[in-house]
DNA sequence: GCCAACGTTGGC
DNA sequence: GCCAACGTTGGC
């Protein structure tokens, strides 16, 4: 099983509303960007993900959900009424996917991206490298094992 | 709120 | 196909 880890917005969807109702299926739409559409493409029924939190107060992994439904045509992009709404996207060709997630685990405690950057082994991880945007990324086992262990 | 870094758009 | 302008991301 491939293990990812995808940015959110805790204010948006957080690890709060996963752990909320372990067994509700959250729709991760909203994604924009195509390197970070390819890898949600790409992931599996079963695949683990680290959910990080961003542009909040305590920035870092916060827990661990996995896939329950492999990608398929986000709907946001087609509704009107949807921030995520793409007029330029074709109804029979759609440019973007989502995924269904649900919740896993918290981790015991949230890992800074402070500490994330400091610990060796992860610096081929896009999220610690300096002015990287991607919100969707593959993690390596070794890097998933290496950020667990300093949990 | 600031702003550097980035991805996308669109004119040429 | 280039690249300047623009909008967005996201840490600080």
């Not at 029924?45 to 961003?54: A, K, L, M, R």
């Not at 007029?87 to 896993?104: I, L």
């Amino acid at each position: 099983m491939a293990k990812w880890l995808a940015k959110t917005e805790p204010d948006e969807c957080g690890i709060d509303d996963f752990a909320a109702d372990p067994r509700r299926a959250i729709v991760w739409e909203g994604v924009r960007n195509y390197q970070a559409r390819n890898f949600l493409s790409d992931m599996a029924v079963g695949d683990e993900v680290f959910i990080y939190h961003s542009s909040c107060k305590h920035i870092g992994i916060a827990g661990i959900v996995k896939v329950v439904r492999a990608a398929y045509p986000d709907p946001a992009q087609f509704d009107p009424a949807s921030p995520y709404f793409d007029s330029k996207s074709p109804a029979d060709r759609p440019r973007w996917q989502a995924v269904d997630m649900v919740f896993v685990d918290r981790l015991s405690r949230l890992l800074p991206l402070e500490e994330l950057k400091s610990l060796p082994g992860l610096a081929d991880l896009a999220l610690v490298k300096k002015g990287s945007r991607l919100s969707v990324m593959p993690v390596s086992q070794a890097e998933w094992d290496i950020i667990l262990k300093a949990v």
